[in-house]
């Protein structure tokens, strides 16, 4: 009797030793360095100095000449002290022709260098963005790798129980080995068929030091993750109720997490989500990839704003 349950559990081990896998490797992108774009200090020459607010009252009047979607934009850029000598320059007839020509190429140098700017972070943004999906692309290799295995193993140990109660059966009509050995075999087949479909959860080790999402929730940039003036965009108010983009944003991540974790789980997935990463299980790592496209839309629709200013600012010549 014991014959047959030894071969039965030797076909079991010897098939679950071939579906036996390896750790999930992060693919050679999530982590590099090649998306990030470079660090400016503050003393950095390559950091584009934003003028503040104007203090000048004819200048303010000037300003309010721009349509009111457009106020908070050239505020956030650091243009009011320009746009409000340009348009009060415009008003003067006596205004040199040499004076507008510098002062319209002051102007399209920064918005250049706005742009580059912009341009600079959305390519991080999808770059990042990229090396999550390449994961959770290998989550998903990994896991139809799996079920290949165990429905292959399946196949393999009902035929090799078949065979084997058959030889048994020929040599020995009265032994009851052959029963034992179908049903054996008939039980890791479906044990073996059954965990192919089973999904089994996956952690990786995720670090992101320099992570887009902590400043959007803790309301302040002071590493400077995003250019001056992006972050004011985000944070200055487009409705009359005062709303900002990173409202909006934190409302879109909430209504995400609110539908993925609750109870005490939540905190010590905010804590990993914004902060400079750690363990992931694949359902996290997916809801940070949520979070983080829901970011990239909100800097994408930035540049509209960029090109409607643009636009009006072109008119003025």
């Known amino acids: 009797m014991t014959e047959p349950r030894a071969l039965g559990f030797a076909m079991l081990l010897l098939v679950l030793g ?74 003067e007839p006596s205004t040199p022709p040499i004076a507008l020509l510098s002062m319209r190429q002051e102007l399209t140098a920064h918005l250049g260098a706005l742009g ?69 075999s008939a039980g890791v087949t479906a044990a073996l068929g059954t965990a192919a479909f089973i999904p089994r959860e996956r952690s990786v080790t995720y670090m992101h030091a320099r992570n887009l999402l902590a400043p959007i929730a803790r309301g302040d940039d002071p590493e400077h993750l995003y250019p001056t003036f992006v972050f004011r965009l985000l944070t200055t108010p487009r409705d009359a109720d005062g709303t900002t983009p990173r409202d909006a944003l934190l409302a879109h991540w909430e209504e995400l997490l609110r539908d993925e974790v609750r109870g005490p789980e939540a905190r010590a997935v905010r804590e990993l989500l914004y902060g400079p990463g750690g363990v992931y299980e694949e359902r996290i790592l997916r809801l940070r990839e949520s979070m983080f496209d829901q970011l990239v839309l909100s800097v994408n629709a930035l540049s509209r704003e960029l090109e409607l200013l643009e636009r009006y600012l072109a008119r003025l010549w």
């Open 18 to 91: 071939g579906c036996r896998s390896a750790p999930l490797a992060l693919p050679r992108s999530a982590g590099a360095t090649a998306c990030v774009r470079p660090r400016l200090d503050a003393d950095s020459p390559y950091r584009l100095f934003l003028a503040g607010p104007v203090d000048d009252p004819e200048l303010r009047a000037r300003l309010e000449q721009l349509p009111p979607e457009l106020r908070g934009v050239v505020r956030a850029t650091g243009l009011e002290p320009l746009v409000g000598r340009i348009l009060r320059a415009r008003s």
């Open 116 to 184: 580059s700017q912009l341009t600079s972070l959305s390519s991080e943004l999808d770059c990042t963005d990229e090396a999550t999906e390449e994961i959770l692309h290998a989550y998903e290799d990994r896991a139809h790798a799996r079920e290949l295995k165990l429905t292959i193993a399946s196949l393999v140990v009902g035929a090799l129980g078949g065979v084997a109660a058959g030889v048994w059966d020929a040599a020995d009509e009265d032994s009851k080995a052959p029963a034992i050995v179908g049903a054996t």
